[in-house]
């Protein structure tokens, strides 16, 4: 099993940047795919990005290719989330997810392992 919490979300205006980090607990995080999605009030929950075990593929949802990376650092037991240019669309509160698996996944149902969230909001 593994625990995830994620941290970094915050209030920012339109145009700025932020990054959303998630730890995990456990030995075995490098054995896991790593995904962030987020839930807008009254919306459902999106893919954002995911990330593979070794941090060489990544998919990304169109809506925020070109502004968003997500890495990760094996060593630290921790996926990022570096968002930049963001527009207030973008706010909803960001969910870190972990499926033991090698393939890059990226539905909600993919994932077994989620964190509590972490609210991100973007003023115009």
């Known amino acids: 099993q593994v625990q995830l919490v994620e941290s970094g979300g915050g209030l920012v205006q339109a145009g700025g940047s932020l990054r959303l980090s998630c730890a995990a607990s456990?030995?075995?995080?490098?054995?896991?795919?790593m995904g962030w999605f987020r839930q807008a009030s009254g919306k459902e929950r999106e893919f954002v990005a995911a990330?593979?075990?070794?941090?060489?593929?990544?998919k990304y949802a169109d809506s925020v290719k070109g502004r968003f990376t997500i890495s990760r650092d094996n060593a630290k037991n921790t996926v990022y989330l570096q968002m930049n240019s963001l527009k207030p669309e973008d706010t909803a509160v960001y969910y870190c997810?972990?499926?033991?698996?090698?393939?890059?996944?990226?539905?909600?149902?993919?994932?077994?392992?989620w964190g509590q969230g972490t609210q991100v909001t973007v003023s115009s």
């Open positions: 456990g030995r075995t995080f490098s054995r896991y795919t």
């Open positions: 997810a972990a499926r033991d698996t090698a393939v890059v996944v990226i539905r909600t149902y993919d994932y077994n392992y």
């Open positions: 990330i593979s075990r070794s941090g060489g593929n990544t």
